[in-house]
C-alpha cells in the first residue's frame, strides 16, 4: 500500500506570495492532519479534517487554510507569505478521526525568501 | 499550559552502546504517549504509543517506558546502530483527537 504522499518536495517562493501544499493520504484513510516543523518550535498542529470537515485547529494566524476534498486529499494554503513560514510541513493521515496511529508524508520543505 | 520536554537535547554514543532518552510532560486530560523516530528529511515514523495503562511497550530494540504519576516517559535504545541516528520525538496527546504536543526532540547520533 502506497504511503503519505506530498507535493511538491521543495519549494521557494517570495515574501508577500502565496503557496498551496497538496497531501494524498493512505489509501483508505480519511483523517489527515497538518503540522508545521521549524527547529526552534519544533512540530506545531496546523489542522485536522475528517470527512471534508476541519475538526481542529491549531493557533496559527488565518493565514494558514486548509481543505479536504471527497477522496481525502488535502491541501493547506499560506497567502501573504512571511519569511518565517520557511518550514517543513508535514503531513499524516489515520483511518479514522482521532486514531492514534498516524502515518506521516515525507514533507514538503518550504523557503521563503 | 500543555508542555513536553525532551532530554538530552542531543546525545552521541558509540555503535553497540546503549542509551536512554527522557521525557517530561505536563499534559491533562493524559490519552497517550508516542514516541516518534525523525530520519533528517523524512517525516516521523511511529515507534510506540502507550495509554495511560501500560507502563512498557518494546518495538525490536526500542523499549519505551511510561510512569503516569510522575508523568515521565523514557526511550531505551539497545545496542545502537548506525541507522539509529535521527531525532527522537516524544508527543503527547490531550483528550480525544489528535491534539498533540510535541517535545522538540533529542537528536541521537551513533558513531563508530
Known amino acids: 500500500k502506497a504511503g503519505v504522499t506530498q507535493t511538491p518536495r521543495y519549494l521557494i517562493k517570495t515574501r508577500g506570495q502565496q503557496v498551496t501544499l497538496s497531501c494524498s493520504p493512505i489509501s483508505g484513510h480519511r483523517s489527515v492532519s497538518w503540522y508545521q516543523q521549524t527547529p526552534g518550535q519544533g512540530l506545531q498542529f496546523l489542522f485536522e479534517?475528517?470527512?471534508?470537515?476541519?475538526?481542529n485547529k491549531g493557533n496559527f494566524p488565518g493565514r494558514f487554510s486548509g481543505r479536504q476534498f471527497s477522496n481525502s486529499r488535502s491541501e493547506m494554503n499560506v497567502s501573504t507569505l512571511e519569511l518565517g513560514d520557511s518550514a517543513l510541513y508535514l503531513c499524516a493521515s489515520t483511518y479514522r478521526e482521532g486514531e492514534y496511529e498516524q502515518y506521516f508524508g515525507p514533507g514538503t520543505r518550504l523557503t521563503v525568501t | 499550559k500543555n508542555q513536553v520536554e525532551q532530554s538530552p537535547q542531543s546525545l552521541i554514543i558509540l555503535e553497540g552502546k546503549n542509551c536512554t532518552l527522557q521525557c517530561n510532560y505536563t499534559v491533562s486530560p493524559f490519552s497517550n504517549l508516542r514516541w516518534y523516530k525523525q530520519d533528517t528529511g523524512r517525516g516521523p515514523v511511529s515507534l510506540t504509543i502507550?495509554?495511560?495503562?501500560?507502563n512498557t511497550k518494546s518495538n525490536g530494540r526500542y523499549t519505551a517506558t511510561l510512569d503516569a504519576d510522575t508523568k515521565q516517559s523514557s526511550l531505551h535504545i539497545t545496542a545502537s546502530q548506525l541507522s539509529d541516528s535521527a531525532s527522537y520525538i516524544c508527543?503527547?496527546?490531550?483528550?480525544?483527537?489528535?491534539?498533540?504536543?510535541f517535545g522538540t526532540g533529542t537528536q541521537l547520533k551513533v558513531e563508530l
Open positions: 502507550m495509554t495511560f495503562s501500560e
Open positions: 479534517y475528517f470527512s471534508e470537515t476541519q475538526r
Open positions: 508527543v503527547v496527546s490531550a483528550g480525544g483527537g489528535n491534539k498533540l504536543t
